[in-house]
């Protein structure tokens, strides 16, 4: 049973609360954009779309289905696949104790250690609750690993793991307009598997803002990147990932932070399957289709142009420790399809754990 709140703050949440639940439902009942018949406009960005418009573009929509409360008077948003942790307007991480903390999502004290303040002193805005949620079919952030650089590590059951990168610069390159890139943190997707748990940033993602965060669970081969809504790096901020896998629930934990803007989000997963045998940082030209004669073989966007890409550090987590991955054992992952010309990599990882990615071509 939820508890009653009497609050003026409560009864402010709850006329936001149905006012979107109202709107989503308004939403999924409108008709495309324009008249009868007409073609469906696909070029927009996703949030001046409507339901309908979203859906005959090759969109899922994901209505909002409840809200529950959380301790202090905020909410959890639930979409079904996932669901959206927002704290109160009041919430100050650095004054909350760490259950409070936990229940929003948030890393705790007990698992960053030091550097749990510089993080949290950081954090001056939360993402905000949507009428829906919009996950992408046509896009797949994947497991295949020629659309892949960065590392991996292997030695151990992967609980958790942490990234900081600067959102890259972006140049002209002559790739075709569909060209598009990602960077992420993950557990899972290599050796075979096709259980993957990511989060991270996109650029050129479409009908996307042009930097924009997104999530994913893929459990048996199956699942779709879903837009961070109102998560928008700028290029050049500090970007910080927190992944985690929640083996009570069967569900990953997603933590993401503009330590730039102050920006954060904090979501979770529905009940998923798990790999826990790896976790990676990666940046990705995603995936966009297959062709149409068998094997079925994937196609790729090509790579939108990218100015190096440093990332900080990366650190993975198990039961019974943690470390940089310089200090487990890794493998270094180049973007390259068999013997094709190399199309990006990452440099030496170094003794803290940080390394860069250097783009070399469009495919």
Excluded at 289 to 313: C, M, N, W
């Amino acid at each position: 049973m939820l508890p009653r709140r009497g609050t003026i703050a409560a009864m402010i949440a709850a006329a936001t609360t149905a006012a979107l639940l109202s709107a989503a439902g308004a939403q999924a009942g409108q008709a495309p954009r324009g008249a009868a018949g007409a073609r469906t406009v696909c070029t927009d960005r996703i949030d001046r779309m409507t339901a309908s418009a979203l859906r005959g573009c090759g969109y899922r929509v994901d209505p909002l289905l409840r809200v529950s409360a959380l301790p202090g008077g905020g909410s959890a948003y639930d979409y079904g696949d996932y669901t959206l942790l927002v704290p109160p307007a009041h919430f100050r991480p650095l004054r909350e104790p760490d259950r409070v903390l936990a229940a929003y999502g948030f890393p705790t004290r007990k698992r960053l250690g030091k550097a749990w303040y510089g993080l949290m002193r950081a954090v001056r805005s939360f993402a905000r609750p949507q009428r829906y949620l919009v996950a992408d079919p046509r896009v797949s952030y994947n497991t295949n690993e020629p659309s892949w650089a960065g590392y991996d590590v292997n030695d151990h059951q992967y609980l958790s793991v942490e990234t900081v990168w600067t959102e890259p610069h972006f140049v002209a390159s002559g790739c075709t307009a569909g060209d598009q890139f990602a960077e992420w943190a993950g557990i899972g997707g290599l050796n075979g598997s096709n259980d993957l748990g990511q989060e991270g940033t996109t650029y050129n993602h479409p009908n996307w803002p042009a930097h924009t965060g997104f999530i994913e669970a893929i459990s048996d081969g199956s699942g779709s990147p879903v837009e961070a809504a109102s998560f928008d790096p700028s290029a050049g901020d500090s970007v910080y990932a927190l992944l985690s896998w929640d083996s009570s629930a069967s569900e990953f934990d997603y933590y993401l932070e503009d330590e730039t803007t102050g920006r954060s989000y904090t979501a979770h997963s529905r009940v998923v399957d798990a790999n826990l045998d790896t976790a990676e940082v990666v940046s990705e030209r995603p995936e966009v289709g297959v062709t149409e004669q068998p094997p079925h073989l994937p196609i790729y966007a090509d790579l939108s142009k990218f100015q190096p890409l440093r990332v900080q550090y990366a650190k993975a987590y198990w039961s019974a420790g943690h470390s940089g991955f310089y200090g487990d054992s890794h493998n270094s992952l180049t973007m390259k399809v068999d013997s094709d010309p190399t199309i990006a990599q990452p440099g030496t990882l170094g003794s803290g754990s940080g390394f860069t990615v250097t783009w070399d071509r469009c495919s």
